[in-house]
């Protein structure tokens, strides 16, 4: 068995240290790729048709996780981090495997043991599992996210963003007193946030419901809430979105 491995990570120091471990096994893998954030992820999987990818769960744009949501096809996938809080307890109740950074070549060689087995005995199974796991990963509100500042990257926590907005085909994340741009549609934040903090008011505004200062009527049976962000922005509740309000 000779597998083909695509590794993606947005570190470059993280990406040539896999690669240098993988090389000891290189009679049985070879490294066709990289990838440095979760869209070129996608393009170069859909491309090139790696048999494993070694994913790193946090990255600019898209994470991890959203990387295999969005695959067509999924190869075997071991998800890489250096955070140990990432629902792993899922992932030892399933056959998808994760590497804790620092990776150290005795668990490597593990999971490449477990890879073989797989492919040869269980590659249905692998499927199911997969999906199985992005349901129960799904089924938990998004807690954080990234933003790039610069040539950082950093987290905001979900309890310290006031409101998303969708605006010249950007989504922004406000803080109480600053403005990020993140690779999610409200869409897809809507389905994702906790909704007993969160909720939508408009087709363009989603809003954290600690931050509400005031509610007050408006023009055409729609309603303004002020939030008690150092702005205090005043953001519209349009007529499709009233009920919720008033459900609070």
Do not use: C
């Amino acid at each position: 068995m000779h597998l083909r491995a695509l590794i993606i990570d947005d570190e470059e120091l993280a990406r040539k240290r896999l690669r240098k471990m993988l090389q000891d096994i290189k009679n049985e893998l070879d490294v066709i790729g990289e990838a440095v954030n979760g869209k070129e992820a996608i393009e170069k999987i859909e491309a090139l048709h790696p048999d494993i990818i070694f994913l790193d769960i946090q990255m600019p744009g898209y994470d991890g996780f959203e990387v295999v949501r969005r695959l067509h096809v999924k190869p075997f996938i071991v998800f890489v981090t250096a955070y140990d809080e990432y629902a792993l307890k899922a992932f030892e109740e399933n056959t998808v495997d994760y590497l804790l950074k620092p990776i150290e070549q005795r668990r490597l060689d593990k999971t490449i043991e477990k890879i073989r087995q797989l492919f040869n005995h269980q590659t249905l199974k692998l499927d199911e599992n997969i999906e199985r796991l992005l349901s129960r990963l799904a089924a938990a509100p998004l807690k954080r996210f990234q933003v790039r500042v610069g040539d950082r990257i950093i987290l905001v926590e979900a309890a310290d963003v006031v409101f998303f907005e969708a605006k010249d085909k950007y989504t922004f994340l406000h803080t109480t007193d600053q403005k990020y741009i993140i690779d999610l549609t409200l869409s897809e934040l809507e389905s994702r946030l906790d909704a007993t903090e969160f909720v939508r008011i408009h087709r363009s505004t989603i809003i954290h419901l600690k931050f509400i200062l005031e509610l007050v009527k408006w023009f055409g049976g729609k309603y303004k809430v002020r939030l008690n962000d150092k702005n205090k922005s005043e953001l519209i509740v349009s007529r499709g979105y009233v009920d919720r309000i008033h459900r609070l």
